[in-house]
């Protein structure tokens, strides 16, 4: 039974999870976010292997535009940001159908069940929006053997560290912004510059002196939202980060997306990991109902 969770509301049949939504109001103001990168380091250096990260995949695919990121975290889940289930129609197809189908390290599967945060609910709030988690972990209908998922980092040390960005989206250069949407696999670079409730990434233009941009510095753009921010550790890569919004420059009139000045944001997971691990060990096999958080 395809079950849709909130926290504050829970829904055992497709009908009433159309309904729900409505209800509980799960629609989404800013778009979903891709790789935007300095206007002097060349294309071809961003370039990202698919296979080098085949526990990271993309929701939905229009002609050639890829929307919203997931990453494998668990042989059976993966985590995004909660508003990609309206940016793409994967909550309309899982209503419909029962099952929702992702490509994954190649591979079609199915997602059966989505958990959002239960702090989503603010959002939309007028006195408690800075208590928003734009969360949710997507369960697949069994367990995969392939890809390894990538484990969660679990340490509170991110400030000031190098963190890697993924996405498929627009492309574009600090200087102009968001230009191409050709759904090539991209990644960038950027240093962690707050590390509270969210993580946060400062754009910064290499043409400034000592601005502290690093050699592939970037951000995301429209069209990968949910995407990982990864660091490189000792045992491997590790997801620090889930990426949920942008604060653009003020100065620009045209509200361009991707321009020095601009910060990227993202959800910090080692504040979310008793959620994450709450919600993948309470989960029973797949097809039986699961009650609310």
Request: charged fraction near 20%; aromatic fraction near 8%; proline fraction near 5%.
């Amino acid at each position: 039974m395809t079950v849709f969770e909130s926290g504050i509301c829970t829904v055992p049949r497709r009908f009433s999870l159309l309904i729900t939504l409505l209800i509980c109001a799960f629609a989404i103001s800013n778009g979903a976010h891709a790789i935007v990168i300095r206007h002097d380091t060349g294309y071809s250096r961003h370039v990202a292997r698919e296979t080098q990260f085949p526990a990271v995949f993309w929701l939905e695919q229009r002609a050639a535009r890829k929307v919203c990121v997931a990453t494998l975290i668990h042989p059976q889940w993966a985590i995004t940001a909660a508003h990609c289930l309206e940016e793409t129609s994967l909550l309309q197809v899982l209503v419909r159908d029962g099952e929702y189908p992702v490509h994954i390290a190649g591979a079609e599967h199915n997602v059966d069940h989505v958990v959002i945060h239960p702090q989503y609910q603010y959002r939309y709030s007028a006195t408690e929006a800075d208590r928003e988690v734009d969360l949710a972990l997507l369960r697949l209908a069994s367990p995969l053997p392939f890809p390894v998922p990538l484990a969660l980092y679990r340490e509170r040390d991110e400030l000031d560290r190098v963190a890697t960005f993924l996405g498929w989206g627009y492309f574009g250069l600090g200087t102009t912004g968001i230009q191409v949407d050709d759904g090539s696999f991209r990644f960038a670079r950027n240093v962690v510059s707050t590390a509270a409730e969210r993580l946060r990434f400062n754009f910064d233009d290499p043409r400034v002196p000592d601005s502290g941009a690093v050699e592939l510095e970037g951000l995301p753009g429209l069209g990968d939202s949910g995407g990982p921010a990864l660091l490189e550790t000792a045992e491997g890569w590790r997801i620090a980060g889930v990426a949920v919004g942008e604060i653009g420059v003020a100065a620009d009139a045209a509200r361009r997306q991707g321009l020095y000045g601009a910060v990227g944001v993202y959800e910090r997971l080692s504040g979310h990991l008793e959620w994450i691990e709450s919600v993948i060990d309470a989960a029973p096999s797949s097809g039986d109902e699961v009650s609310g958080l």
